[in-house]
């Protein structure tokens, strides 16, 4: 088996990459099981400063990383350059903070002295998406390694250049070797690693059935898991928001990485009284996204990641059209050998229709139109998705009281929806369980024990 790097701007085959067979996979676990030890036996400080090694070598080679994502999955090249930055930032960060996050927490009990002491749970398989190839990565690899975890990484099989290239980054840095290692496996060798005894624990960050097949796999073996799963992000629009402002930020929050973010504005929830100045000034603002070469800096709007997943789209769109939504702009795929789709707004989705309960990984904003705040409220919980959510109002009081009731995992109020290493990221309801980033995300995979000593 093989997996391909093809470049979705035009459609060609950059390299092939051969996956490995199952005997050499039981070579690189075992490889793992016997560097376990004297890693998590290695003082935290020392590990931190590996990782502000690691965030100097993205930083060094961010052009040729950011070329790498933008080639395997489309992303507008300044973006990918961010990313990389940003991935440097979570590495420092966690040197920073993580020694602070798993030190000794005294309790007064019965004992002479007792005390939780936060221990590494040991190897960790992450399954990882292609829609942000390095930071997905990151934001997990940082804290687990940090707290004397080794990390295990299966990535999606359209970016295996870029999962390559995050070994070399710890390679470089002065990791010990097998700390870190990027599997060159399919989905459907993800089991036998997650079963394996000298795995601990498994992340995945990606679709809802991908999460479904690896946390029955991980209770089957009784081991934790973490799920990142989709959303519809709910985007909701009072009578009182500054149009302006909403307007610049849906566009941004809908079209950034051609919509194929989990914390994309996916639904834009806007009441009656506003709703037609919404729907036209968001068609204008939308209507000036440059589609084009990816790597050219005059781009405004990237191709999506394949070809397939602009197909099945498609289909949705094609769907809730049919059944009465109204296309505003865009709708069609490009005629283009490139994978891309028009920059998109459905109007009048309504129940029933596959866009209103479905989650559209692409550049298809839809708009439900919604009576007044109550109903607003009402439609974006009825979801059965809960990432992240946002509300536009000039009111900030108003807009915190709507954000504590939103049922998800980050509510925002006149911002978009982002991750940030000092807040936690997570979903509930179908989009998942656990969290990354913050203390919360370092302490998924340690065990917090408990020491009491007379
Ligand atoms: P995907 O198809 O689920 O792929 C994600 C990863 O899971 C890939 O490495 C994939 O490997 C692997 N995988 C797929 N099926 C599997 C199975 N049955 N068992 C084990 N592993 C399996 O998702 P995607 O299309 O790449 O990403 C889009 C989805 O991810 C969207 O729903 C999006 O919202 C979600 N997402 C969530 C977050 C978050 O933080 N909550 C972030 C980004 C994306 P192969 O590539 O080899 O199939």
Redesign the pocket.
Known sequence: MS?RSINPANGETVQEYDTWDNVYLHQVLEACHEARPAWAAKPIDERCDLMRKAASVLRQRKQALAKSITVEMGKLYKDALAEIEKCAGVCEYYADMGPKFLADEMIESDAGRSLVAYQPMGTVLA??????PFW?VFRFAAPALVAGNLGLL?????VPACALAIEDVFREAGFPDNVFRTLMI???M??TVIEDPRVHAVT???????????AS?AGKSLKKSV?????SDAFIVLEDADLELTVSQAVASRYLNSG????AAKRFIVVDEVADTFVESFRQAVSKLVPGDPMDENTTFAPMARHD?RDELHQQVIDTITAGATAVIGCVPEDHPGAFYQASILDHVKPGMRAYGE?L?GPVAIVIRARDEADALAIANGSRYG?GGSVWTRDSERGERLARQLECGCAFVNGMVK?DPRLP???VKA??YGR?LSSHGIREFVNAKTVWVR
């Open positions: 997996m399954v990882m998406p292609w829609n942000y997905q299966k990535h999606a099989s359209n399919p989905a459907s993800v089991a995945l960050t990606g679709s809802e059935p991908a999460g479904i097949s690896v796999t799920l990142e799963l989709g959303g194929q973010s989990c914390i997943l989650e990984f990432l991750s990221f997570g979903g989009s998942g990354e």
